[in-house]
């Protein structure tokens, strides 16, 4: 139980794209949903986290205008990378929770998405 | 200082060998603690996730947490070579908004030898 699916597992695309990544909690309700950037050999770091049907809430540092997050339902949350550079690319995963405002709500992570900008 | 802090290895042990990993933490404001293994290019896996100081087990995995000491740890009994990958270490605290936040180690690499 608790599988979370993340696509496209591997992207490259040309500067100044945007590239949308899907994120998808198979067999459970998620009321929350997380996004993290992970570089290489680096700890994950929490970019933004939302709740179903509400805005997100980004970490400091995060431009929220340059990673547009929707969860408009229990299953299904995307990450928008808006015209995208070079140094956006990363390895971006997500994670999916029940209501993080409660306690006892482990966070169950998809298999990331490798973006590369060329 | 990091609020958690992970040795990052690699660690080598031979098949058969008991693992100890360990990481520390600054934040007495974190209330539940979690493992997750990570295969390269693949997303963490929940492997233990704790509340209270002690021990929990499950199958070859123990974690262990003393919040005197703002110390964690997992053992892995019987390694096994399928056991190679990242163990991340984290803690979780609430923010302002409500949410819980994990704050991720940096993780320590295992090589597991046949």
């Known amino acids: 139980g608790a599988v979370v699916s993340q696509h496209p597992s591997w992207v490259i695309c040309k500067s100044g794209t945007s590239v949308k990544i899907e994120c998808r909690s198979l067999?459970?309700?998620?009321?929350?949903m997380f996004w993290y950037r992970q570089f290489p050999k680096q700890s994950l770091m929490l970019m933004a986290t939302s709740n179903e049907g509400s805005k997100a809430t980004y970490e400091q540092g995060v431009e929220k205008d340059k990673f547009l997050i929707n969860h408009a339902s229990l299953t299904l949350s995307t990450l928008t990378v808006t015209s995208a550079h070079p140094e956006d690319s990363s390895f971006y995963i997500c994670?999916?929770?029940?209501?993080?405002?409660?306690?006892?709500?482990?966070?169950?992570f998809g298999d990331g998405t490798r973006l590369s900008i060329l | 200082q990091k609020e958690v802090e992970q040795d990052p290895g690699p660690l080598s042990v031979p098949e058969g060998a008991i693992v100890s990993l360990n990481c520390t933490y600054s934040?007495?404001?974190?209330?539940?603690f979690m493992w997750y293994r990570q295969y390269s290019r693949k997303g963490p896996e929940l492997l233990m996730y704790?509340?209270?100081?002690g021990n929990k087990e499950d199958g070859r995995f123990t974690a262990q947490v003393d919040k005197s000491s703002k110390y964690i740890s997992l053992f892995i009994r019987d390694s096994q070579p399928s056991d190679s990958a990242t163990y991340l270490c984290?803690?979780?605290?609430?923010?302002?908004?409500?949410?819980?936040?994990?704050?991720f180690g940096t993780g320590t690499r295992l090589l597991v030898s046949p």
């Open positions: 994670s999916a929770s029940g209501d993080s405002r409660h306690s006892n709500q482990p966070q169950h």
């Open positions: 704790t509340y209270s100081s």
């Open positions: 934040n007495s404001a974190f209330q539940y």
């Open positions: 067999d459970f309700q998620a009321t929350t």
């Open positions: 984290a803690g979780e605290r609430s923010l302002n908004t409500g949410f819980q936040k994990l704050v």
